[in-house]
């Protein structure tokens, strides 16, 4: 099922009467999400995510825009006649059921023609357990099992009524760190088996990153930019999607364009071929830095931290606005721990341009 939102808009009114400031908690969010896949919906906390999760769901009602389902305009349609499958961060399931009986709850209210016979609802109940993989789970009580067990009846709880549109609000942020990955692995897995369409959303980019179809990235209720998540990390539009993306995250200088080369300090580390001699932001990606004898960018060493097949470099630069840039590089390289400075020469399609007012991308020629 395609779902199309246009122009969607949520404002909330200001809480304090006297100063009336509203938020504009999603901000003409137009976007489809293709039938059958998993899009990620990415951005810090209070950017919009839930909210637009919750208006998609029917939970809440868009101030402005419209959200179809296929051809079928929803935005007016109840949660209950949408056909989707909500999945909330705390599980929220029925202390006092068991898991088969909050599996089965969602049948037991279909009323009218979808009204179902008690024996289909427990097969139905016992084919979605099996596909999460709590079939063997299936009279005891919630308390009676861990975290992650929990989550897969909330999603089992989802799957029942075999929704159009499955919706997912962080819900692995209750997970430690194993289970949090063995679960974020199984819910692709199912997404992938039952095609159903999911909008799954994360603070966590490297959760959004490793999951997702696609990702969309969000800041203060307006959509960054969108695109497959190799694609986002490798062409940010703009300073904010670069820093939100990645771990280590990227390294940001203080830079400067001169006669088409790029200066960080006193030292030309890049030729930048069309780029108009201004102050910029630079973005650098751990992974762009390759050790070098005569290399352009000289920095302070502070640390090699050896990590199995990489190294990471840690090291300080007058124009690095972070304390410390963190640079991974192949084990091959030997640095010693003692040596005072290090050398790098820069892999171009790994460093990015940012106008300093704009912040937005300025694009160079990578050769
Ligand atoms: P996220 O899920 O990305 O953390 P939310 O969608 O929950 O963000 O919230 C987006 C913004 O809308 C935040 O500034 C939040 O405070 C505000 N907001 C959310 N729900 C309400 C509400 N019911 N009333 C007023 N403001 C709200
Ligand atoms: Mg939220």
Redo the contacts with the bound molecule.
Sequence with gaps: MKVELQNLTKI?PG?NKKVHEE?I?VNNFTFTIPDGKLVGLL?P???????TLYMISGLQQPSGGKIFFGDEDVTDLSPENRGIGLVFQNYALYPHMTVKQNIMFPLQNLRGPDKMEKEAMIERAYEVAKLVQIDELMDRKPSELSGGQQQRVAIARALVKMPRVLLLDEPLSNLDARLRLQTREEIRRIQRETGITTVF?THDQEEAMSISDLIVVMKLGVVQQVGKPQEVYDNPTNLFVAKFLGTPPINVFDGEVKGGKLYLGDAAVLDVPGVDDCKVYVGIRPEGFVPAENGALEASLNNVEVMGRDVSVVSTHVASLNPVVRSIVDADYKISKDDESVRFDLKPHKVFLFDKETEERIYFEVK
């Design positions: 909330f809480r938020v908690a951005g906390s209070g950017c919009g995510k839930s909210t959303v």
